[in-house]
Structure formats: C-alpha cells, structure tokens
C-alpha cells in the first residue's frame, strides 16, 4: 500500500509503489488548487474613485463569489472625518444603522438596499449631499465556521457640486415666414475641474408633449427624433456645436407645422475607471416659441366653397373667408 512520508524539507511526500495512491493524491492536489481561485469568499465592488454630483443619485453595487453572502452591511468613512466609521444599512439587522441616517432611511426613504439576493447587495442613494463623500465599506458577515478569503471591500465616492449651466440665448418667442430658415441657439458649459464630456438634446412641444428633434452625443453623433428623421435626412434641419459653448438647430425651410416651443436639454457625462460613461447631471432650457404672422396663417387657407341644395332645388355656393388669425395653440 501506498505511505505518506515527510521529506527532510517537512513536507508530504507519497510512496510511489501504489498507482491508486499516487492518482487520489493527484485529485486531492488538483482540488484544493482549483478551489484557491473558485472557493473562497470574495467581495467586490465598484472600481474607484467615483465622481457623483450634490442633488443626484448613486448606485453602488457589492458581488460576493465562492460561498453564499451572510447579508450585506454598507458603511461609510466619511471625508470630513475619515478615521470614523459610520454604519448606514444592513440586509439582516434592522438596528445596524446610525441615528444620523435613520430619517434618510425611514422617512425621505432616498437610502435603501436595492436588488438583494444571494450575491448581489446594491446600496442606493437617491439625494446625495456634499457630506456623502467618502470611503463607503460593503461588509458580508460570516456563515462559516471558518475565514476563508476576503469579506469587505470599499470604493471611494467624491461628490461635487452641479455646475452645468443650459441657456437658450434665443428670444422667448420668434415670429417667422414659411419656406424662410430660422436658426436657435443653446448654451452648455460647466465650471468643473474634471474630465466631462456633453450631450445636448434640443425638443419640440406642442400642446404640453414634447418629442425629440436632434441630439448631439457626447461623442458628436447627431440623431434625428422619429418625427423629424425625413426632414434630416432632406437637410431641412440640422443642429451642429459652433462653439465651445453654443450649440444651435437650424431649420433651413420652415414649415407652418413648426409652429410650437423648442427648448434644450443637456446631460454632463463622466467617464467611470471602468470606463463606463456616467450621466452625472440633467438640465434643460427654458423654451422659445415659433410662431408664424397672421397674413402667413391665413394664407395657408384657402378659399373653399360647398354646394348646397335649397328647397327649390337651386344650387347655391358659399364662399367662406376665415377673418381671424390662425390660432396660436
């Protein structure tokens, strides 16, 4: 039979007179090397730093490996104070978290846990203040009767303040002439020291809907909404960014059915370290009004008449003339 012998170096070695010893020895060896890498408990997060800004929202997502989650507790060691740990919330333990997060929990309800399973314990923060900012912890307790492999993780979060800025330097309203061009014009900026890039939507609203006209990507791809792809695609309208700041729509031939209010909408993007691109604000413009005159209203209906038999079968014509402006709805 085959025997386990201890070299002078003190580690195990296995006879080699026995086959079968020699092939269990093998297995053993093989699954204890493949369960270094697959077994053991391991807690990831996101890669950081993250950049949020005051007023939006995070979503910070913790994936557990290896052996199954004893819950998930999310802690926090704030900037302002980093050598203090705050505990914030806990899948398990209704008591886990601080007195200075309970009325964000309970009442504006803005911090909760969001797609708890198994491995999955995503902490999301819907409000997020300036004092948020921090080294945030995920923590998975324990079910074994032994450690083996890592149980926390942390990612920081950097919160800045929102400083974009969306103008629309047209006036509030703009009377203008069918078949005539008509240019308008949007300002975006930020004041941010960080990387970011834009995107900037300009909308049409007619009676309180608004539907996408053209939007410019942050990687400067413009795309039609679903209304105006043909007239894009004619060349009757296009938007380009003329300036570091100004970004305008210009119809090349106007239509009576242009008449409604445009505003514009832009998104400031930030790229994460795993190279995701993150919407950190949203803000959009007042709107401007195009409207077309009176005498170009009228002229778009035309005399018309209806035959009409009175009773002593004579055919009479009526001519209408419509005496008021078109309405402006």
Not at 110 to 127: N, P
Not at 184 to 210: D, I, M, Y
Not at 275 to 291: A, F, V
Not at 302 to 312: H, I, K, L, T, V
Request: proline share 6%.
């Amino acid at each position: 039979e085959g025997t386990v012998t201890v070299n002078s170096q003190g580690r195990a070695g296995t006879n080699m007179t026995n086959p079968l010893a020699l092939t269990a020895q093998l297995w053993l060896l093989t699954a204890t090397f493949l369960c270094t890498g697959e077994c053991q408990h391991q807690v990831r997060v996101p890669p950081g730093p993250l950049l949020r800004t005051e007023g939006s929202a995070v979503s910070l997502w913790c994936n557990v490996s290896g052996s199954p989650a004893g819950g998930f507790e999310w802690s926090v060691f704030p900037s302002h104070s980093p050598s203090q740990k705050l505990q914030i919330i806990s899948s398990t333990d209704p008591h886990f978290s601080y007195a200075v997060y309970r009325e964000r929990l309970s009442v504006r309800r803005e911090i909760y846990l969001q797609g708890v399973s198994a491995g999955t314990g995503r902490l999301h923060i819907s409000h997020l203040r300036a004092g948020d900012a921090g080294e945030y912890e995920c923590h998975t307790p324990n079910t074994q009767h032994n450690y083996y492999g890592t149980y926390s993780a942390s990612v920081r979060l950097t919160v800045i303040p929102d400083l974009l800025r969306v103008l629309i330097v047209s006036p509030e309203s703009v009377t203008a002439e069918e078949q005539n061009p008509l240019t308008l014009g949007c300002e975006v900026s930020s004041r941010t020291q960080h990387h970011t890039h834009f995107s900037v939507t300009w909308f049409r609203r007619s009676k309180e809907t608004p539907h996408p006209v053209l939007s410019l990507s942050r990687d400067f791809i413009v795309s039609a909404g679903r209304s105006f792809h043909w007239r894009h695609q004619a060349g009757e309208i296009g938007m380009e960014k003329v300036s570091p700041t100004l970004y305008q729509l210009r119809f090349t031939r106007l239509h009576l059915t242009d008449q409604a209010e445009y505003y514009c909408q832009a998104s400031e993007w930030i790229q994460d370290p795993d190279e995701t691109w993150y919407p950190l604000t949203t803000k959009r413009s007042r709107s401007t009004r195009i409207q077309f005159s009176s005498q170009e209203m009228m002229s778009a209906v035309r005399s018309s008449s209806f035959r009409w038999a009175g009773p002593q079968t004579t055919p009479i014509f009526l001519g209408l003339l419509l005496l008021q402006s078109w309405p402006s709805g």
